[in-house]
T-cell receptor, first 114, second 112 residues
Framework: SQKIEQNSEALNIQEGKTATLTCNYTNYSPAYLQWYRQDPGRGPVFLLLIRENEKEKRKERLKVTFDTTLKQSLFHITASQPADSATYLCASNPRGSTLGRLYFGRGTQLTVWP | DGGITQSPKYLFRKEGQNVTLSCEQNLNHDAMYWYRQDPGQGLRLIYYSQIVNDFQKGDIAEGYSVSREKKESFPLTVTSAQKNPTAFYLC???????????FGDGTRLSIL
């Protein structure tokens, strides 16, 4: 069956370091991947989208990569700050499925400590 | 400001009752979605609609119903057939095509 997985439930890092979150997918090929941030009791907020023919996207301190060989997307936050503490979700749209329909991973809870 | 409004923020249901969760958007988006989020789980799709008067079942549609009579509104009814309705419900919308989804701030449903 198609799966999208975020292997780390939690990640704790020190302020100023780079946080790297992983999203793996199995048994399908995503047309694109998206990353969202979710704060407690709130809805997810879109951060970045990367298509299958793109290797890397950047936005300010955020960077996402897409490796179709490894079937993996990495999400990086450079110069992390305590305000970056949140749950980060990856989501994908399998190629051939209804455009716009997303499958979400369980999320990785990031804590940045001073 | 444009956005998605979900109401109420908290909702309590008695056994055997149907309840309806409201979702309104003023972003002029064609597509709308309902997700359920349980602790330690990712978002699971209940229903989605790509156009007015049309909707499709997601992965966990049993015990739920929706309508899409207006572009800006996509209410979700949790029926008494849904045996484990306690969860955080999220509504989202997006333009047509490969686009990000915009989420509301959710409704937390509990059983009395």
């Amino acid at each position: 069956s198609q799966k999208i997985e975020q292997n780390s439930e939690a990640l704790n890092i020190q302020e100023g370091k780079t946080a790297t979150l992983t999203c793996n997918y199995t048994n399908y090929s995503p047309a694109y991947l998206q990353w969202y941030r979710q704060d407690p009791g709130r809805g997810p907020v879109f951060l970045l989208l990367i298509r299958e023919n793109e290797k890397e996207k950047r936005k300010e301190r955020l960077k996402v990569t897409f490796d179709t060989t490894l079937k993996q997307s990495l999400f990086h936050i450079t110069a992390s700050q305590p305000a970056d503490s949140a749950t980060y979700l990856c989501a994908s749209n399998p190629r051939g499925s209804t455009l716009g329909r997303l499958y979400f991973g369980r999320g990785t809870q990031l804590t940045v400590w001073p | 400001d444009g956005g998605i409004t979900q109401s109420p923020k908290y909702l309590f249901r008695k056994e055997g009752q149907n309840v309806t969760l409201s979702c309104e958007q003023n972003l002029n988006h064609d597509a709308m979605y309902w997700y359920r989020q349980d602790p330690g789980q990712g978002l699971r799709l209940i229903y989605y609609s790509q156009i007015v008067n049309d909707f499709q079942k997601g992965d966990i549609a049993e015990g739920y119903s929706v309508s899409r009579e207006k572009k800006e509104s996509f209410p979700l009814t949790v029926t008494s057939a849904q045996k484990n309705p306690t969860a955080f419900y999220l509504c989202a919308s997006s333009p047509e095509g490969i686009q990000p989804q915009h989420f509301g701030d959710g409704t937390r449903l509990s059983i009395l």
